[in-house]
């Protein structure tokens, strides 16, 4: 079952890429998802909203693992 919120670790894996570019693309491109919340562990994200984020700009990717 997919989770309902996301880290930057969580994306980083969704997208193939390190949590630093997770950070760089909250930074730099602006359609990128804000974050749900930011706790002192970090941000969080709805699962939802960055599934949206990545059919839009990286259709490439397959559809995530699970029901």
Same mark, same amino acid.
């Given at each position: 079952m997919t989770q309902p919120l996301m880290g @930057? @670790?969580?994306i980083a894996r969704r997208l193939g890429v390190g949590r630093t570019r997770v950070n760089q693309l909250l930074k730099e491109d602006?359609?990128?998802p804000a974050p749900y919340a930011s706790l002192a562990a970090g941000h969080i994200w709805r699962t939802a909203s960055v599934e949206a984020w990545i059919a839009e700009h990286r259709p490439d990717l397959p559809p995530p693992d699970g029901p």
């Amino acid at each position: 079952m997919t989770q309902p919120l996301m880290g @930057a @670790a969580e994306i980083a894996r969704r997208l193939g890429v390190g949590r630093t570019r997770v950070n760089q693309l909250l930074k730099e491109d602006p359609t990128f998802p804000a974050p749900y919340a930011s706790l002192a562990a970090g941000h969080i994200w709805r699962t939802a909203s960055v599934e949206a984020w990545i059919a839009e700009h990286r259709p490439d990717l397959p559809p995530p693992d699970g029901p």
